[in-house]
Structure formats: structure tokens, C-alpha cells
């Protein structure tokens, strides 16, 4: 396996002191330290620290929902339940494979400013649309409609952000070993518990 490059180095490095010290109380100096690079480089690649910043959210972003969309594509002929179940797994899976940065984006989103702002025009309206996409697939299951699906969009997303946004409170309730394993399959037998699609596996699939 290849060694990761100074790129990949100083972008792991940011996320864990992002998520320890927040992004003003990290300096470049200590992301470069940390990663065992030349503070020049800094400048090479990203030009300064909020454009580390930027192209950390940026690249979070895109593959995360890019990995979203292609489920919701690729399983249409799976029937909605495990359609929709798969898609829930897999973006926990994501979110906790980046565990840190996750944490960190999501005290980053609860803040007003210019980027956050910009944040919300780009990748966070499109994860509505995608998310828009799995609460209609689940109402339609459930025969929800009304003020059932509102509520179950806001619980939906709640539950899948929930433990990073929380996670010192998640930790004591769940366990949590060093491939993140043990918490998903334990947070996603939560999820069954709560969206009890099981129940309707032998529906036939809805597409659209």
C-alpha cells in the first residue's frame, strides 16, 4: 500500500485538531507539526488555512453525497425497505469512517457566517433533495402524509447526525471499538427499531 501523500497528511491532521480545538484554536504550524510536513506547503496546496478548510468540506462533501445518490440509483429494484435501510448503513458507515471531520462540520453548520452560508446554498440543499428522496420512499411505505412526514424528516436526519454531533453523550450508550463496527450495527438495529420497515418487505418497490 502506498504511502498517503503530504496533501492527505496535513487534511487528516487538520481534522482531528479541528475536532479537538475548533478551527480558530488550531494554527497552521500545529497541523504542519502534526503531519510531519513543511509549513510551506500549506500555501501550495491550499493557500491558507480556510481554504484547507474549504477544500476538506468540499471533498467531505462531494463524496458523501455522491456516495448517497449512487445507492438511491443503483437499488431501485431492491424493495423500498432495504432500499432505504441499506442507504441509512451506509451513511453511517461514512460518517464515522470520518468520524472527526464529521463531529467538526456539524458544530461548524450550527454557526452563521459567510461560509456556512455558502455551505448550506451547495451541498447542504442538495442532501435535502436527497434526503427529500428517502423520507418520500419511507412515507410512501408507512402511508404517512401530512404533519407524520414532516416530523419524520426532522427525526430522520436528527437520528443520522445525532451521534456526531453528540458523541461524548452516544459513547455511553453504545459501543465503540476502533473499526466503528460494533456502534453501527448497534446504532442501525436502532434504526429498525424506530422505522419499523421490515414490516412491509414484501411491498413491491417504488420507484421515482
Known amino acids: 500500500m502506498s504511502e ?9 491532521s487538520a481534522a482531528e485538531l479541528f475536532y479537538y480545538n ?14 510531519d510536513v513543511n509549513v510551506s506547503l500549506i500555501s501550495y496546496y491550499f493557500k491558507n488555512k480556510q481554504g484547507l478548510l474549504e477544500t476538506m468540506t468540499v471533498d467531505y462533501y462531494e463524496r458523501y453525497l455522491e456516495l448517497v445518490e449512487n445507492l438511491l440509483e443503483d437499488r431501485q429494484d431492491d424493495q423500498p425497505a432495504e432500499r432505504i435501510l441499506n442507504v441509512i448503513e451506509e451513511i453511517i458507515q461514512y460518517k464515522y469512517e470520518n468520524f472527526q471531520f464529521t463531529c467538526f462540520i456539524q ?3 450550527s454557526l452563521d457566517n459567510i461560509f456556512i452560508r455558502e455551505m448550506f446554498s451547495t451541498y447542504v440543499a442538495k442532501e435535502r433533495y436527497l434526503m427529500n428522496e428517502m423520507v418520500n420512499t419511507v412515507a ?8 407524520s412526514k414532516d416530523a419524520l424528516h426532522i427525526q430522520l436526519k436528527s437520528l443520522l447526525n445525532a451521534p456526531f454531533m453528540y458523541a461524548n453523550d ?7 471499538d476502533q ?7 448497534a446504532y442501525i438495529d436502532t ?10 418487505s414484501s411491498q413491491n418497490p417504488i420507484n421515482g
Open 4 to 12: 498517503k501523500s503530504s496533501k492527505d497528511k496535513i487534511m487528516e
Open 22 to 35: 475548533g478551527f480558530k484554536g488550531t494554527s497552521i504550524r500545529a497541523i504542519t507539526a502534526k503531519a
Open 107 to 109: 458544530r461548524e453548520l
Open 140 to 147: 410512501n411505505v408507512l402511508e404517512l402524509k401530512g404533519a
Open 170 to 176: 452516544w459513547q455511553k450508550g453504545y459501543t465503540w
Open 179 to 185: 473499526s466503528g463496527q460494533s456502534f453501527i450495527r
Open 191 to 200: 434504526f429498525k427499531k424506530w422505522l419499523p420497515l421490515s414490516e412491509h
